[in-house]
Nanobody, 119 residues
Framework: QVQLVESGGGLVQAGGSVRLSCAAS????MGWFRQAPGKEREFVAA????????YYADSVKGRFTISRDNAKMTVYLQMNSLKPEDTAVYYC????????????????WGQGTQVTVSS
């Protein structure tokens, strides 16, 4: 059974930084998504199980970095230059099937962690 546990959310001022972590029960293709109040969940970033390939939404490109430590089975999302519009619940997701990183369909989800960016 795939298990995902996110951590690292919180309150940060605009322009600040936050790093999210997602501890997984195995080695999978992983993604980060977010959902703001009243909005649909949206894709943020993805990383291959090897860590060699990454893919980002245009809205976060250049500000967010996804990475992983396979020895710890943990994926990270480093978020810099945060904006109030980045405020959302952030979810990590995993899949154990082979797919292109541009495919944003995932089978397994964490419980989410809140990130609030104040102006």
């Amino acid at each position: 059974q795939v298990q995902l546990v996110e951590s690292g959310g919180g309150l940060v001022q605009a322009g600040g930084s936050v790093r999210l972590s997602c501890a997984a029960s195995g080695r999978y293709d992983m993604g980060w998504f977010r959902q703001a109040p009243g909005k649909e969940r949206e894709f943020v970033a993805a990383i291959s199980r090897s860590g060699y390939a990454t893919y980002y939404a245009d809205s976060v490109k250049g500000r967010f970095t996804i990475s992983r430590d396979n020895a710890k089975m943990t994926v990270y999302l480093q978020m810099n230059s945060l904006k109030p519009e980045d405020t959302a619940v952030y979810y990590c997701a995993a899949r154990n099937t082979i797919a292109a990183l541009t495919n944003t369909r995932y089978a397994y989800w964490g419980q989410g962690t809140q990130v609030t960016v104040s102006s």
